[in-house]
C-alpha cells in the first residue's frame, strides 16, 4: 500500500514538472528577456532590462508594422518598432518586480514573447542578544537572537556552539525571518562551570555579518521543568496547619510558591530553600476556596525560574462562626388580643459563616425573668409567630455550621412606628444611577439626642397573585442623615422604603416611595366595576402590573365625555394609593351615557389610556339641583304676580291663547245662583220700575248688560293689542261676516229688562233681546237703540258669559280710564282652526228658549 502512494505521488510530480516546463517553452518560445546586471540587486541599484525576437517567431510577412512592448507590473514603460528593445530601469521597491515583454502586429492584439524577476533587497545586519536555553536537565540546547531589519531576499542563518572538549556544533535555517534555531544537543551537569561559546551568522546574495560570541554555563541556560503531583493536606481537619507538597527535579534549589482565594486577585507569595516537595501554611481561611502554584530554580544566583506548575484548587475545613446577624423585623397586629411578629436576617459573610450554614436558631424570650417560651430551628432567614399582644419580649437569633454556634442576636420587639415625636422629617428618595437611591431626612426634631440608630428598609411591591418580596435593611449611625441603598435595586421598579429612627424603647418612622430609574407606565389602570350609590358613581380599577409601572406611580387621571361627543373630555387627577378603593365622580348627570377611562402618570409622565368603560346614571338627578331653582322661580313668579298690572297682562294673555273649542257649557238659568238671589233680593226690595229707571243703577246693584256674541268680538283696543292683522268690519272672519255692531261693544248699563223697549217703543223682554250698545252710550240713557232678535232666537253657548264672571267692569267705571286698565270681559284668540269644529246639536226635546226666564236687574254684579 505504501508502495502504492508513493508512486502515486511520484507520478503527480512528473506531471506537474512537465506542465511547468512546457509553459515555459511555450511562454518563450518567441523570444528572450535578459536582466543586467543580475535578478537580485540592492536596494537604489538601475537595472538594464532588454527583449529580443528569436528568428522566424515575428509577425507575418503581409504585416507590414511589428512593434515590442514591456510592461513592470503591468504598467507600460517602453514601446518599440524591431526585433528588439532594451530599458534601463532604477528606483525599484523592495521585494520582487515583475517584467513582461509582448508583440504587437498590425491589429490590436498583443502576443506576449517572455518574462523576467528582479529581487530588490538589502545584506543583513549582524545578530543581536542571542541567549539559549535548555529545559531540563535532559532537554536540548535551542538559541533565539534579533535579526535586525528584514532584508527581503532568502537569507541563511547559521547557529554554532563551541565547547570544552573541542565541541563544536552548528545548524542553519533558511527562511526570510528565521531567529531561533534548535541545536538538538543536551548539556550535561558533569561540568556544570564549563564555558560554552555560541555565534550566529547572516548571509544572502548582497553580503553577509555574524554575531558577536556569546558565552554561558551549564547552571546559566538550564531552566528546571515545572512542578509537578501538587497536593495539600490539612493536620486535624484545621485550618491551624496546613501542609503543602509536590515534586521537583534532583538539581533544584529554591522554590517559590504563590496561593490566593479563588475570588481574589492578588497572590501571597512565598520564597523557600532546600524545601525538598514540601511548605507549611497557616494563614489560611476556613471554608475558603484556594489556588496554589509552584515554581522552581538550580541555582541561587544563576539560570531562571521555571514556569509555573498547574493550578491546584482545594477549600479549607470549616470552623465555628464567627460575628452575629443582623436581624430585623416587623410587628402587626391581627386582631384585639394577637399580633405577628415577622423576623428577618441576614446571611452571614464567609469569613464569619467559616462553613456551611445548617440552621438557625431563634428563641423568643420574656423580658421579665428572660426565660425561653418559644424556640424554633429553620433553614430560612426568616420566621413568622402569632404571640398575644399582651406579651412583651425578646428575640435571639443564632447561626449554626458542623462545628458550632454563632453567639446569638438579641433584639427587643417594640412598636417601631409608635413614637410619633421620633419620625424622621422630610424624608425624600432620589435616583442615584440605575443601581441606586439616595435616601435623606431630616432628625426628629428636639428627639434627635435620644436616637441611637436609623434603619431604612425598602422593599419591592407584591404582583398581582405572588408572594410578597423579602425584606431588605441597612443600619446607619444617629449622626447621619442619608443612606445610599444599592442591595437588591432594579431599574423601573417602585420601592416602599421607611426609615426608623431608634432609641431604647421605642422608634417612630417616615414612609416614601422611589425608584432608581422611571419612564411612562405602559399601560392604564383597568376599570373593573361601576356602583350607583345618591346620585354619583364609585369607580374600581385593577392596579397596573408592577413590571408595567415603569417606576413610582404619582397620580392617576379618571377621564370622562359623553358618547358620541367630539368636545374635549374632562378629568379628575387623584394622588396614588397603594390599596385603591372605589372612587365616587358626582360630576355625570342622570339619563346621560358617558364613556370613562383612566390613565396613570410618573414623574416621566403620562401612559396610555386604560379600558374603556360606559355608564349611565339611573337615578333621579340631584334634589338640590332641582329644588333650589324651583324656589327662585316660585319666589320671582309671586314677586311679579303681586303687582295689579303684571297680573292683568298675563291674565289677558292667557285668555288670548285659551282655544277656541274651550268654553262653558250653557248655564241652566232656571237652577242657577243668580236666579236664585234674585227672588231673594226682590222680596226684600221692592222698588218701583220707574224709580229704578230714574235713578238708574246703583254701584251696589249694577245694571245688567246686554249680551251678545261674542266668540271672535273685542274691542278694536284688544283687538288691536292682541291681534294686529285682525279683519276690519264687513270682512270674513272664520266663515261670516261681522258688523259693526258686531266688533264692539260696551261695558256701560242698560235699563232693567222690563223698561227695555225697542226703536219701535214696543217693550221688550231681556232674554228676547240680545244685542250691543252703542259706543255713544251712558250710564242713564234708556233710548240708546238696541238689535231685537226673533223670540226663538237661542243662541249657543258661545255668545253667553258664564254664571261666575265677576270680572266684569262696574257700572260706575268711568267712560275716560284708560284702555289698558280696562278688564277683558270676554277675549278668545284661539291658535286653533274651527273651521272643523260645529255646533253641538240636539236631536230630542223642544229648544229651550229665554221667554220662558224671568231675571231680575240686579243679578249681574261685580
Given at each position: ?6 508512486a ?204 558577536f560570541p ?70 489560611l ?23 509555573w ?25 391581627i386582631d ?10 441576614k ?28 424556640q ?5 432567614t ?10 412583651n ?65 425598602w ?53 416614601i ?123 320671582l ?43 231673594i ?40 293689542l ?33 223698561a ?51 270680572y ?21 284668540l ?33
Open positions: 500500500m505504501a508502495h502504492m502512494v508513493r502515486c505521488c511520484l507520478a503527480l510530480i512528473f506531471v506537474l514538472m512537465s506542465l511547468l516546463v512546457k509553459a515555459k517553452i511555450d511562454v518563450c518560445k518567441r523570444g528572450d528577456v535578459t536582466v543586467k546586471p543580475s535578478h537580485i540587486i540592492s536596494l537604489g541599484a538601475a537595472v538594464n532590462i532588454s527583449c529580443s525576437l528569436k528568428p522566424k517567431q515575428g509577425c507575418p510577412r503581409h504585416c507590414s508594422c511589428k512593434r515590442l512592448i514591456l510592461y513592470e507590473f503591468g504598467r507600460r514603460i517602453q514601446l518599440q518598432d524591431g526585433h528588439s528593445l532594451s530599458s534601463q530601469v532604477s528606483g525599484l521597491p523592495l521585494g520582487t518586480t515583475l517584467f513582461v515583454c509582448k508583440l504587437t502586429c498590425s491589429s490590436n492584439e498583443e502576443i506576449q514573447i517572455c518574462g523576467a524577476e528582479v529581487s530588490v533587497g538589502v545584506a543583513p545586519e549582524q545578530p543581536q542578544n542571542i541567549s539559549c536555553t535548555q529545559k531540563g536537565e535532559r532537554g536540548t540546547v535551542a538559541c533565539t537572537w534579533d535579526r535586525g531589519r528584514d532584508t527581503h531576499l532568502y537569507t541563511a542563518y547559521t547557529l554554532q556552539l563551541n565547547g570544552p572538549k573541542n565541541l563544536a556544533w552548528h545548524k542553519q535555517c533558511i527562511d526570510y525571518y528565521c531567529n531561533r534555531s534548535d541545536l538538538g544537543i543536551n548539556l550535561t551537569p558533569q561540568s556544570p562551570e564549563s564555558n560554552y561559546t555560541v555565534t550566529v551568522t547572516a548571509k544572502n546574495s548582497l553580503g553577509s555579518a555574524s554575531s556569546s558565552t554561558f554555563t551549564f547552571f546559566d541556560i538550564v531552566r528546571p521543568l515545572p512542578p509537578w503531583d501538587i497536593r495539600i493536606k490539612f493536620v486535624n481537619a484545621s485550618v491551624s496547619r496546613c501542609i503543602l507538597q509536590w515534586r521537583d527535579e534532583g538539581m533544584v534549589l529554591l522554590n517559590r510558591l504563590r496561593y490566593r482565594p479563588s475570588d481574589s486577585g492578588s497572590w501571597n507569595m512565598v520564597n523557600t530553600t532546600n524545601a525538598k516537595g514540601r511548605h507549611d501554611l497557616s494563614d481561611k476556613p471554608f475558603t476556596e484556594y489556588e496554589f502554584q509552584v515554581s522552581s530554580k538550580l541555582h541561587l544566583y544563576k539560570g531562571s525560574w521555571s514556569d506548575s498547574e493550578l491546584l484548587r482545594t477549600q479549607t475545613p470549616e470552623e465555628e462562626p464567627t460575628g452575629t446577624l443582623d436581624v430585623w423585623y416587623t410587628k402587626q397586629n384585639y388580643s394577637r399580633q405577628q411578629i415577622s423576623l428577618f436576617w446571611n452571614l459573610s464567609a469569613s464569619e459563616a467559616r462553613g456551611k450554614i445548617l440552621h438557625y436558631q431563634v428563641t423568643f424570650l420574656e423580658v421579665e425573668g428572660e426565660k425561653a417560651i418559644l424554633n430551628i429553620t433553614e430560612h426568616s420566621w413568622i409567630w402569632v404571640i398575644p399582644r399582651t406579651k419580649g425578646a428575640v435571639a437569633v443564632s447561626a449554626a455550621n458542623s462545628k458550632g454556634s454563632s453567639l446569638p442576636t438579641c433584639i427587643n420587639i417594640m412598636d417601631l412606628c409608635g413614637a410619633g415625636f421620633l419620625a424622621p422629617g422630610q424624608v425624600s428618595a432620589n435616583s442615584e444611577g440605575e443601581d441606586n437611591i439616595l435616601v435623606t431626612w431630616e432628625p426628629p426634631g428636639k428627639a434627635a439626642s435620644a436616637v441611637q440608630e436609623y434603619v431604612v428598609e422593599r419591592e411591591p407584591r404582583p398581582r397573585g405572588g408572594l410578597r418580596p423579602p425584606l431588605n435593611w441597612l443600619r446607619t449611625r444617629p449622626y447621619n442623615v442619608s443612606a445610599l441603598i444599592s442591595e437588591n435595586i432594579k431599574p423601573y421598579i417602585c420601592y416602599e422604603i421607611r426609615v426608623h429612627a431608634l432609641s431604647r424603647d421605642q422608634g417612630g418612622c417616615s414612609s416611595r422611589g425608584n432608581s430609574k422611571h419612564e411612562a407606565p405602559r399601560s392604564g389602570p383597568h376599570i373593573n366595576a361601576f356602583t350607583e350609590e345618591k346620585g354619583s358613581v364609585l369607580i374600581s380599577w385593577d392596579e397596573i402590573p408592577v413590571q408595567k409601572q415603569r417606576g413610582c406611580i404619582l397620580h392617576y387621571r379618571i377621564y370622562w365625555k359623553e358618547r358620541d361627543s367630539n368636545s374635549q373630555p374632562q378629568f379628575y387627577e387623584i394622588p396614588y394609593r397603594v390599596s385603591p378603593s372605589p372612587l365616587a365622580v358626582d360630576s355625570l348627570q342622570p339619563r346621560v351615557r358617558y364613556v370613562l377611562w383612566m390613565t396613570a402618570l410618573t414623574a416621566a409622565g403620562e401612559g396610555p389610556r386604560g379600558n374603556e368603560r360606559e355608564f349611565c346614571l339611573q337615578g333621579k338627578a340631584n334634589w338640590r339641583a332641582f329644588v333650589v331653582p324651583s324656589i327662585c322661580v316660585a319666589i313668579l309671586v314677586g311679579l304676580f303681586s303687582v295689579r298690572y303684571f297680573r292683568q297682562k298675563v291674565l289677558l294673555l292667557l285668555s288670548a291663547l285659551r282655544p277656541q273649542w274651550y268654553s262653558r257649557q250653557i248655564p241652566d238659568p232656571a237652577n242657577s245662583t243668580w236666579a236664585k238671589n234674585f227672588l233680593v226682590e222680596e226684600k226690595t221692592q222698588l218701583p220700575l220707574d224709580r229704578l229707571l230714574a235713578e238708574g243703577p246703583t254701584p251696589e246693584e249694577p245694571e245688567p248688560l246686554l249680551i251678545s256674541e261674542v266668540l271672535h268680538q273685542m274691542t278694536p283696543v284688544f283687538r288691536h292682541l291681534h294686529p292683522n285682525w279683519p276690519e268690519k264687513g270682512k270674513r272672519v272664520q266663515g261670516r261676516y261681522t258688523s259693526e255692531e258686531d266688533t264692539e261693544y260696551s261695558a256701560s248699563s242698560s235699563p232693567p229688562p222690563k227695555l223697549t225697542a226703536e219701535t217703543g214696543q217693550p221688550v223682554d231681556l232674554y228676547k233681546v240680545l244685542g250691543s250698545r252703542g259706543p255713544d252710550s251712558q250710564p242713564g240713557n234708556p233710548a240708546s237703540p238696541v238689535i231685537v232678535l226673533p223670540v226663538d232666537y237661542l243662541p249657543t253657548h258661545e255668545g253667553y258669559l258664564p254664571s261666575n264672571m265677576d266684569l267692569p262696574s257700572q260706575e267705571a268711568p267712560v275716560t280710564e284708560p284702555l289698558e286698565e280696562l278688564e277683558p270681559l270676554h277675549v278668545s284661539s291658535v286653533f282652526s274651527t273651521s272643523c269644529l260645529h255646533p253641538r246639536t240636539f236631536s230630542c226635546g223642544e229648544k229651550l228658549t229665554l221667554d220662558r226666564l224671568k231675571m231680575g236687574c240686579g243679578s249681574l254684579m261685580l
